[in-house]
């Protein structure tokens, strides 16, 4: 059961959970989060993606919510999902992703706007995560750039694709877990440099919870949407260009293949 709801089985929001307690009030709250992360000291786990950690490194997570469904309408007209606050009735932020570094709000109490400021992440001093491409419960894809942007200028800095994986979660039959499937994926960039068909690694590196991987962004757009362009434009490529694109996937794949690695998933959107 831990494994289906550790691989996302339950959804992205039941990654790691293992037990949910429901305190009568905040300060029973505190007192039990502190002597559960006490007595959790010193193992290893998943992190809860839609929740935050006690403290830095702290298995137990919390959030703040409601059983009942409120809603709540912001000034600019949007209706939000709402919980009743300390101060009344509030957006409910309990789906936002995007972790807040302990210190940054008040443990048991929601924080929008700490939450926004956080958002675009720095990680180690020189790549800066500007938009998110794709989440799941193994880690996140983001669209990123070098140190250039952290000096306040993004245009001198290169465009990047920054890959966070968890560790603990979507562990397969041979005992790997997804942050150990991205260092195979770094290893793999390393070894195909040459054959100029991959991105361009930029640097990989592991923490305690999750792995990184960072590579050079490959612009241009994927052969499933030329295609779909095309139909909907009624047309379809001509003959002799076929070819030249057949040829050119043939010679991508034969690079591949020299090195000593099979390619299992070629398709027009990949």
């Known amino acids: ?98 972790p807040v570094p302990p210190g940054l709000e008040d443990p ?37 750039f070098t140190d250039g942007a952290l000096d306040g200028d993004a245009l001198d800095g290169d465009l990047v694709v920054i890959k966070e994986a968890y560790a603990y979660v979507m562990e397969g039959s041979d005992g790997l877990d997804a942050a150990q499937r991205l260092r195979r994926e770094a290893e793999c960039l390393r070894h195909l440099h040459s054959t100029g068909v991959t991105p361009v690694l930029e640097e990989y590196w592991e923490e305690k919870r999750s792995s990184f991987l960072v590579y050079r962004l490959v612009e241009g757009p994927t052969f499933a949407s030329v295609l779909k362009a095309l139909a909907e434009d009624g047309l379809r490529p001509p003959c002799d260009l076929l070819r030249q694109w057949t040829q050119a996937l043939c010679d991508a794949v034969h690079k591949v293949h020299q090195i000593g690695y099979v390619i299992g998933d070629i398709k027009p959107a990949n």
Not at 42 to 60: E, T
Not at 63 to 92: C, H, K, N, W
């Open 1 to 98: 059961h831990l494994m289906f709801i550790s691989g996302g089985g339950g959804g992205t929001s039941q990654v790691g959970k293992f037990l949910t307690a429901y305190p009568p009030d905040s300060e029973t709250a505190r007192e039990l989060a502190q002597a559960l992360d006490q007595a959790t000291d010193g193992l290893d786990g998943p992190r809860i993606p839609s929740d935050l950690p006690f403290s830095a490194d702290s298995l137990v997570h919390y959030r703040y919510g409601s059983f009942s469904q409120r809603r709540l309408q912001l000034p600019t007209g949007r209706i939000a999902l709402a919980r009743m606050g300390v101060d009344g009735l509030e957006v409910d932020d309990r789906d936002a992703l995007t």
């Open 108 to 144: 048991f109490v929601g924080n929008l706007e700490a939450r926004s400021q956080f958002d675009a992440q720095v990680l180690r001093e020189k790549y800066v995560r500007i938009q998110q491409l794709h989440r799941s419960p193994k880690g996140s894809t983001w669209l990123g």
